[in-house]
Each structure stands twice: as structure tokens, then as C-alpha cells.
């Protein structure tokens, strides 16, 4: 009796087979009905499950992917466009810190000439 009760706290194995012995038969094909719809269900809820999980992993590689679509171009921006504008801007600035010294025509004359190539 004792290695009876050891199974039964383990395994379950004895308790199983004794309650399958003393249930009538239609509640036993009804038991064992329930069973395999819940097992049927169970493989669904598992399907969908991992469909869910698969549509996750890519939200979450999209996310990362646009994030880093609108941060590379910012921090390329903040480092690049500070040369290029100064490179642009470089003869205006000219053109505006010699205003005060009287050379102004000649500046003017020089960009002119730049812009029309000759």
C-alpha cells in the first residue's frame, strides 16, 4: 500500500487507472471527449501563439530599422553640414566682414565673376 501512495504522489499513474476503473462509461467517453478537444484547442492557441510571437519579432525589427533611418541622417547632418555650410557660406561672409573696410565693390566683382564663370 505504501509504494501505491508513493506512486500516486510522483506519478499520478494509480490514481489515473483507479478513477478510469470506477467512472461509468458515457462519463468516461465524455471525459475522454473533453480531452481531446482540449488538446485540439491547445494545438491552436499553440499555432497562433507562435504567430503572434514570429509577428513581434519583426515590429520590433522595423522599429529598429526606422529608428535608425531617421538617426543616421540627423547625426550625419550635425556632423557634415556645418562644413558644407561654411563652404557656401564662406564668401558672403566675406563679402560682409571687409563691408567695413571700402573693398566692397571688389568683392562684389569677384563673386560676380565666380557665378558667371570667368
Avoid: C
Avoid at 485540439?40 to 530599422?65: G, Y
Amino acid at each position: 500500500m505504501v509504494k501505491n501512495q508513493e506512486q500516486s504522489d510522483f506519478g499520478g499513474a494509480t490514481e489515473a487507472s483507479r478513477s478510469d476503473q470506477s467512472l461509468p462509461l458515457p462519463l468516461s467517453s465524455e471525459l475522454k471527449n473533453l480531452l481531446t478537444e482540449n488538446l485540439q484547442l491547445t494545438r491552436e492557441i499553440h499555432a497562433l501563439t507562435k504567430k503572434i510571437n514570429h509577428w513581434i519579432v519583426w515590429q520590433r525589427v522595423w522599429l529598429v530599422f526606422k529608428i535608425i533611418i531617421i538617426v543616421v541622417p540627423l547625426i550625419l547632418g550635425i556632423l557634415y553640414l556645418p562644413a558644407l555650410l561654411q563652404d557656401i557660406f564662406g564668401p558672403y561672409q566675406k563679402l560682409l566682414d571687409s563691408g567695413s573696410n571700402g573693398n566692397q565693390q571688389d568683392l562684389i566683382q569677384q563673386l560676380l565673376n565666380q557665378t558667371n564663370g570667368g
